[in-house]
């Protein structure tokens, strides 16, 4: 097998290893040898360690001093500083654009992605809305993460967004359209609108400061969601980490 045959299935298990975490099949505290995530996901050993070691790379499973891989606890705090994780790198992929000049080309992609948000914001089919706004979100935030040019940035900061809660797209199912989320859409494109002007304009501290802002927007659509529909987000990829945590006893 050839070199992208093996990323290709060191890929297939880290995604499928990833979404049991996330979906609470593999709980906090579980212990993934090579062997058993081999046969959870259809490959041989090799590419499964790897695949483990991936994911210790990105915050679901710590390695213990045996080597075991172990699935994390994941409390409200470190969904909480994901979420501020993801405000910081990318905001600091804004300012790199602006000090080093912007891909104008990138902007203009994420200009045409917000005119499509707009047109979206203003249909009266709430769960057309709804839908059409998280995948487009995610697409102007995937454009936004290449406007410094900057392959570290950008590497950076997509694992970043794959720990709970810290994607642009963490609810992106029909299950938690809310009142509460909804209306967080139009701030959001408010703040869209005016991190791409401030890049244009030069106006690097200012779009800094705007997508910590921004970001912080996640962590409310979390609060709104848990208020209005507690039983909905039970299914949101990553509570079950959370909830697991906040059941584990203070020693």
Known sequence: ????????????????????????????????????????????????????AI??????????????????LFTRDNARDAIELRGVLEGTVLRL??????????????????????????????????????????????ELSRVAGSDTLQRELHRAIRLPFASPDAFPSH??????????????????????GAVRDGEGTRVEALAREHARLAWEDYEAVMFEEPASVVNAPGFAMIAAAEATPAV
Do not use: W
């Not at 050839?2 to 593999?26: F, M, N, T, Y």
């Not at 994911?55 to 994390?72: F, H, I, N, P, Q």
């Open 1 to 52: 097998m050839g070199d992208s045959g093996k990323i290709q299935l060191v890929e297939l298990a880290v995604r499928e290893l990833r979404a049991r975490i996330l979906a609470g099949e593999l709980k906090p505290d579980c212990h993934v040898s090579e062997a058993a995530a081999g046969e959870m996901t259809g490959v041989s050993r090799t590419p499964a360690r790897e695949a483990l």
């Open 55 to 72: 994911l210790v790379e990105e915050g679901l499973m710590y390695r213990s001093a045996s080597g075991r891989c172990t699935v994390r």
């Open 97 to 142: 654009a602006v000090e080093r000049g912007p891909d104008t080309t990138v902007l203009d992609r994420c200009e045409t992605i917000l005119c499509r948000i707009d047109t979206a914001l203003n249909s009266t089919d709430t769960t057309l809305v709804f839908e059409d706004y998280a995948r487009l979100n995610k697409e102007f935030h995937v």
């Open 175 to 196: 299950r938690y359209n809310t009142p509460k989320v909804r209306n967080t859409f139009h701030r959001a494109q408010e703040q869209h609108r005016a991190m791409i």
